[in-house]
């Protein structure tokens, strides 16, 4: 998704707390063991819903990202995209 919406992450960033800050609420919420664990993820998405959802701001990761954002990502997906209909995109 940030391959082809890059100011998606920006906002996640300003978004979500740090590992660092979810530490500390837990802690100051009592907890007196805090563990991380890292994981991989991986989803693939029909190019035309991914167009369709960032257009209509169907999700709400597409809101705070700028009309110029939304179709620079929308362009590099139709540039990746081969037109199959039964292609997908890493995301």
Known sequence: ???YFPEILENQFRVYPS???FRKYF???GFTSVEEYEYNFERYQDPL???EA???KL???FRP???EGLERGVSRIKEIW???PESALKG
């Open 1 to 3: 998704m940030f391959k």
């Open 19 to 21: 590992k660092e800050d």
């Open 27 to 29: 802690e100051g919420a």
């Open 49 to 51: 819903q991914l167009i």
């Open 54 to 56: 960032a257009e209509g």
């Open 59 to 61: 999700l709400s990761m």
């Open 65 to 67: 990202i700028s009309e």
């Open 82 to 84: 081969d037109g199959a």
